[in-house]
């Protein structure tokens, strides 16, 4: 084997070393082996150590864990205010004060029949959640509430590592490129980068999408405005000689408009009405006519000799 050969055949066996090296990388954090311990020894005098150089008692080390933690917030929340959109306006404002921002906004103004109505869907520091929603307390009456929590720490766990040992593979595969002679050599170690680098985009751009719904609560927020008053009905005989004038009124208009849309319905069916009665008695008019040739047979068979 000349020497070009030997060096072909030693990148492609670095090559698969080096991928199965990260693989492995990538699923030892759950193979169960234990770190060798390095912590600071003991002092040779059995005296307590500098309050420094002590381990972590349990409540730090439970602090440390809970500071660690993803979580998602998610919420909805519904409150009863005066002016469901001058209200808008203001949610919209403690969210902005916060560093937050609003995904969406609906705003329905009331009418006769309806309630005027707001929802807004509000992204929030997760830091800063509990002082907007004890702001978004003072806008009206709290209906209703609801808030969860999801814990998302293992999934980003998981994703932190796969990524870093993908950037790993993904820096050797570069520098195999750099040394490779071979072109074979060049397309394999090419090919399997482009692999390595598009599965690394995707997990980047999932741990992107984790980290913000992490970082950012999310909280949907219905303004109400209060109930429609019942209408009440007449308690005298002017008040109700005056809605039956209006029940009236309204009836008259009501036939009024359904006549207007019948109009020209009934035009059109009178004048195929008036055609076809023209042609029956055209048609009867026929029928009874004599014919000339039978009138002067008659006529002439009656005289006398």
């Known amino acids: ?23 492995m990388a990538s699923g030892g954090s759950d193979s169960g082996m234990s770190e060798p311990d390095i912590g600071v020894e003991a002092p040779a005098d059995g005296g307590v150590a500098p309050r420094d150089e002590q381990p972590f008692t349990e409540d730090e080390q439970a602090g ?6 993803s979580v998602i917030t998610t919420g909805w929340m519904a409150i009863t205010v005066e002016d469901p959109i001058d209200s808008a306006a203001d949610v ?32 929030i520091p997760a830091d800063r959640f509990d002082d907007v929603l004890a702001d978004l307390r003072e806008l009206g009456d709290v209906d209703s509430l609801q808030l969860d929590a999801s814990d998302v720490t293992p999934q980003r ?9 993908l950037e790993t593979s993904v820096d050797r595969l570069r520098a195999l490129i750099a040394q490779a002679d071979d072109v074979g050599d060049l397309i394999a170690i090419e090919s399997e980068l482009t692999t390595r680098q598009t599965e690394l985009d995707a997990l980047t751009t999932r741990r992107d999408w984790l980290a913000d719904q992490v970082d950012y609560s999310t909280l949907t927020v219905e303004l109400l405005s209060e109930g429609l008053a ?7 005989f002017w008040s109700g000689v005056v809605a039956g004038w209006n029940a009236l009124t309204a009836f008259v208009s009501g036939l009024l408009v359904a006549v207007g849309v019948l109009l020209p319905w009934i035009a059109l069916l009178a004048v195929i ?7 029956i008695v055209l048609a009867t008019r026929s029928g009874r006519r004599p014919r000339g040739g039978d009138a002067k047979a008659d006529t002439g068979g009656d005289r006398p000799a």
């Open 273 to 279: 009405a008036g055609i076809v009665i023209g042609i």
């Open 230 to 236: 019942p209408q009440v009905g007449p308690n005298d």
């Open 64 to 69: 440390a864990i809970d500071e660690d933690r």
């Open 92 to 123: 919209a404002a403690l969210v902005d004060a916060a560093d937050g921002r609003v995904d969406s906004r609906n705003e329905t103004p009331g009418t006769e029949t309806q309630q005027a109505r707001a929802t807004l869907v509000v992204r």
């Open 157 to 165: 766990r998981d994703l932190d590592s796969r990524i870093a040992s």
């Open 1 to 23: 084997m000349d020497s070009r050969g030997i060096r072909t055949a030693g990148l492609v066996a670095l090559s698969a070393l080096l991928l199965t090296g990260c693989s």
